[in-house]
Structures are given as structure tokens and as C-alpha cells.
């Protein structure tokens, strides 16, 4: 702790706004901490807002409070956090515990009271100050992997009052970090058509040469006018081989600071910027996070600390100049990337580019397009700046252009399905065709009157109508009909659907509703006679699933248990 202390005073990115408290917040968990995912890593359409920890590929461990305090909100979804926990101290932060896999027995009855009452396994619920207090070092949880999670880990956040999220290592946590940052490419960009690097106008690819130490030369490149660069860069921490996020970025050109960024604290409604600050085509087709080291138009991050000239170089004819780049880790582990640059004047004439048959975007303006029985509305500043797209209808696919532009808002999509019999627009959906195989993923999709359906999509792509005729698909996977399961802790069911997927699910016993947790990951619903509402010893079971656009089918038997 006191190692940690110091090194965090020596580092150079001073955290001279916010003095965090160091030791007033223990670990949530009683083995060493070691990160799976670091807080602000880069994740699609987010940073990450917390810190992953490994739970040695187990469920079930302890969950400590990281101090005293009361339990001001848990939620229990299917996707994102899964069973969560927030506690409130008296400080003033708030800690969050997430993908558990159950609640210590208080507040696990507190939870469940709550599930039978609204009949869900997903709630939300507030207790009030006085209702769930917590001391000290109690066991709150035991971690899990509900939620969309990919494996058995802690999600652990540390907020701060505005609800703004703080990486928790500034408050003490201690993680072995003695690897350095690597970097696994780089880029430059021009900034318009005057500017040119090795002779190209756009988005270069530089050629990375690791030195024997651990930094990083960069082929000398030629260049002119306003440039910048992007680079693509990991960290990681001792005794673990993921791939996590570094924590700062800073760059210098000639000696002067031009760009500084830092991953210590965000607010939720500017995560989705990440698509701003990533380079977004070469993520959505090459699964390259490239980090741009300079800040277009649009962009609001918080993350930047120090810019010059939005961290583009300007590069004069017959010069000699050098850009470098810093990249920290947490521990202050450095890393750096020498880009020499030959100013050489070069003027080319403007490519032409074919924009005959596309549709151009003002961004700050709403746009609406029309084709066929398709309307489809791009807010104003959906787009971060004007663009050239393709938009085409053919038999109820739209082309929306392909996901390479980021988009700061959901498009909506509108299909007029008057030439549908009334019997068939029950059973459509809106769907998104994902991948090469062109799946037909189900968008939240909403009728309107006059035989019109809608969808919202944050991204642009394909879409197309599709119809689901079929209910899904219920089997037991533990027991069968008419059987004694009087030493049975859980009944288990598989549950799937195809097309437009599970919606929902309500099952019974003599008519009575029981709580049924659902995890997505492995298609099951789980029933726990622990909950101590089956009492009689012959009983009727009843479960009915429902998919997207309303196909259920019904799941019946009868078990007996003394
Ligand atoms: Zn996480």
C-alpha cells in the first residue's frame, strides 16, 4: 500500500483536481486483486466503467463491502450487470458489485420478497438509508457471471456523487504492475486535402519497429501540412495475460506537449463518444481499436486534459521534426513511440471521388429517407459530420450504408406492411442482419396504428422484415413428468427460440407464480425449492415462454415430494 502510494505521487499525471482517500476503502474480495479489465478499456460503444477481478474461474466468493454504508439500489437483469449491488458510504461514494451470482441472506430475501411480490425475476429496487445498512468488512454478495459477462468475475465500480465513475486503483486497491505498455500499431492522419503522409491522403499505416529496449521507432515518414496520429496500445498487469487498457496517452512534437489524455473518471452519457475516439471503420472491419491521438469535431470526452491545436502537428515544407508519443500505465509503467518526420511539400490533385446514386447527410440537420414502403429518420447530429451514404430498398431490406460511421443517436426505421395480411403483421420483425451470415437479430420493433412497424437501431447496417411463426422451444433438464423429487434443490428447464428470441416467461405451481432466474448465456431458467413455495405433495407445474412477437408455447407437468 505504502509502494503504491508513493508511486502514484511521483507520476507525472497529477491527479491535482480530486484528492481520492487512499485508506478509507478495503479490497471487495479476500484474494489478491488481479484485473481481467481495467477501468476506461476500450469496449464496443463504452469504456469499461470498472474494474474486472478474476475470481480464479469460480462463482461463489465472498463479496465484502468495501466500507461501511447502506444498500441504495440492486437491480437484477438478464443482460449488463446481472444481480448488481450498489452501496452508498459515508463519504459520499458509491460502490458497485456486479455479475454476482447471489446476495448475502438478508438482502437475498430482501430480493426475493420483492421478485414474488412483481412476479419478475428482473428488478429494480431503492431501499431507503435506513432499510440495508451495511458494516464494516459484512458480506454483501458472492460473486457470479450473471448479466453479459464472459466468464466468472467481480465487476466492481467506485462513482462519485454526480454518478460520474472513478478508476478504483486511485483509491488504494493494490495490483501488481510491473509490464509496461505495448503497442501493436500505428497510423497518421491527415487532416484535409492539402496534407499528405508517404505520399497518401487519409489514414496511413506506419511501420512500427521495436526497439531492443522496450520502446518503439517509427519508419521516418515523409509528410505536409496538418497531421495527426492514432495509435493501437495494451496493458498488462502481472500475473495475468489479458489484454487490458492503458491509462494515459501523451504526445509531444518537437519537444512541445500537443495531447493529453487520461482514464481515471467519465460520465455515463459520454461513453458513447468511444466511437468518436477510436478510429470506428477500422474497429467495425478489421477489430483494430486505434486510439486517435487527436479530437474532432463533436467529440466531448472528458478524458482529454491538455490539447494543442486538437493534437495535430503541422508539418512545413523542408523540415526535420519529431513526434512522440507517451503511453502510461497505472503503475507509471512507460512506454514510448519516436515518429521522425521529413517535411516535404507535396501537392496532388484532389482525388475524385463517384458520389453519383449516394445521399448526402447534413449532420446538424434531421433528415428523413424515403423509398418504397420505407421511411427511415436520422436525428440531427446523429452524424458527427456531413456524409455521403448509401440508402437503398429493395423487398424489404434496407441498406442503410454499411457500420463503418459512428453515430452519436439512434436512426429509426419505419416499414409501411399495409400489403400484408392482417394475420402476418403479427408475426414480423424488424430485424438487423448481422455478420456474413446475415442473421436476423430482432430489434425492439413497435406497431403503430395504420399497419406500420418500427424499430430504433444505433448503428447503420442492413435491415430487413422477417417473420417468426414458431413459439420456442421448452424442455426439462433434470426431471421428468410424474416423478417423486422430494431430495431436488433446483428444476431446470432449456429454453430457446429462433428468429426473434425469448421475451418472456411466467411459470407456475397450483397456479401459484414462482420465481424462474433466467441466464441467457446457456438458454436455461432455474427454479430453487429453497424458496419454500412448493408445500403440497402432489403438484402442478406449468411454464409458458413467449418469444418477440408473441408466439408462446406451454410447458406442462406434475411432480410429487414429501
Ligand atoms: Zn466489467
Do not use: C
Amino acid at each position: 500500500m505504502k509502494f503504491l502510494y508513493v508511486s502514484l505521487f511521483l507520476s507525472t499525471f497529477a491527479f491535482s483536481q480530486v484528492e481520492y482517500p487512499t485508506d478509507y476503502f478495503r479490497s471487495p474480495l479476500d484474494i489478491p486483486i488481479i484485473p481481467s479489465g481495467t477501468f476506461a478499456e476500450l469496449r464496443t460503444n463504452h469504456f469499461h466503467a470498472g474494474l474486472d477481478i478474476k475470481t480464479q474461474q469460480r462463482e461463489g466468493l465472498n463479496i465484502y463491502t468495501i466500507a461501511e454504508g447502506y444498500v441504495s439500489r440492486i437491480k437484477v437483469s438478464h443482460y449488463g450487470y446481472g444481480k448488481v449491488i450498489y452501496i452508498t458510504h459515508p463519504n459520499g461514494y458509491t460502490s458497485v458489485y456486479g455479475h454476482l451470482s447471489s446476495y448475502a441472506p438478508t438482502i437475498e430475501a430482501y430480493v426475493k420478497a420483492k421478485q414474488y411480490q412483481q412476479e419478475s425475476y428482473e428488478v429494480e429496487m431503492f431501499p431507503a438509508v435506513d432499510e440495508l445498512k451495511v458494516n464494516a468488512d459484512e458480506i454483501i454478495a458472492y460473486s457470479g457471471n450473471t448479466g453479459s459477462s464472459g466468464g466468472p468475475h467481480l465487476h466492481f465500480e467506485i462513482r462519485d456523487q454526480q454518478e460520474r465513475t472513478i478508476n478504483p486503483l486511485l483509491f488504494g486497491l493494490d495490483v501488481q504492475d510491473r509490464k509496461p505498455p505495448f503497442v501493436s500499431g500505428i497510423y497518421a492522419y491527415t487532416k484535409d486535402e492539402n496534407s499528405f503522409v508517404n505520399g497518401k491522403n487519409g489514414r496511413v499505416e506506419l511501420r512500427l519497429i521495436r526497439n531492443k529496449n522496450k520502446d518503439y521507432n517509427v519508419e521516418s515518414i515523409d509528410a505536409y501540412g496538418t497531421i495527426g496520429f492514432g495509435v493501437i496500445s495494451y496493458d498488462q498487469q502481472d500475473l495475468a495475460v489479458n489484454q487490458n487498457g492503458i491509462n494515459g496517452l501523451q504526445t509531444f512534437f518537437n519537444g512541445h506537449k500537443k495531447f493529453e489524455m487520461d482514464f481515471n473518471r467519465f460520465s455515463f452519457s459520454e461513453t458513447r463518444h468511444i466511437n468518436r475516439f477510436l478510429d470506428y471503420e477500422l474497429y467495425k472491419t478489421r477489430r483494430s481499436r486505434i486510439q486517435k491521438l487527436f479530437v474532432e469535431k463533436g467529440n466531448v470526452l472528458s478524458l482529454y486534459k491538455d490539447l494543442d491545436n486538437d493534437g495535430y502537428v503541422k508539418v512545413a515544407d523542408s523540415t526535420a521534426s519529431v513526434y512522440k508519443i507517451r503511453i502510461t500505465d497505472f503503475h507509471g509503467n512507460e512506454t514510448w513511440v519516436t515518429v521522425p518526420i521529413n517535411g516535404k511539400k507535396m501537392s496532388k490533385p484532389p482525388l475524385s471521388v463517384d458520389n453519383t446514386n449516394k445521399t448526402y447527410i447534413f449532420a446538424e440537420q434531421p433528415t428523413n429517407l424515403n423509398e418504397k414502403n420505407v421511411n427511415v429518420f436520422i436525428p440531427a447530429n446523429s452524424f458527427y459530420e456531413d456524409a455521403f451514404i448509401d440508402f437503398k430498398v429493395s423487398n424489404d431490406t434496407v441498406y442503410l450504408h454499411k457500420d463503418i460511421i459512428p453515430l452519436q443517436k439512434n436512426v429509426t426505421i419505419q416499414y409501411d406492411v399495409s400489403n400484408y395480411k392482417d394475420s402476418d403483421i403479427d408475426k414480423l420483425y424488424i430485424a438487423e442482419l448481422i455478420g456474413n451470415k446475415q442473421y436476423p437479430s430482432y430489434l425492439n420493433t413497435k406497431r403503430l396504428e395504420n399497419k406500420i412497424l418500427t424499430a430504433s437501431s444505433n448503428a447503420l447496417g442492413t435491415y430487413a422484415l422477417v417473420m417468426d411463426t414458431q413459439g420456442p422451444k421448452i424442455s426439462a433438464l433434470n426431471f421428468q413428468d410424474k416423478k417423486w423429487l422430494s431430495n431436488y434443490r433446483y428444476l431446470k428447464f432449456k429454453i430457446t427460440d429462433d428468429l426473434s428470441g425469448i421475451s418472456n416467461y411466467r411459470a407456475t405451481i397450483n397456479g401459484k407464480w414462482v420465481l424462474m432466474e433466467y441466464e441467457y448465456k446457456t438458454n436455461t431458467l432455474t427454479f430453487d425449492f429453497n424458496d419454500n413455495v412448493v408445500n403440497d405433495t402432489k403438484n402442478e407445474l406449468k411454464l409458458v415462454v413467449t418469444d418477440n412477437v408473441g408466439n408462446s408455447s406451454t410447458f406442462e407437468a406434475t411432480f410429487f415430494r414429501k
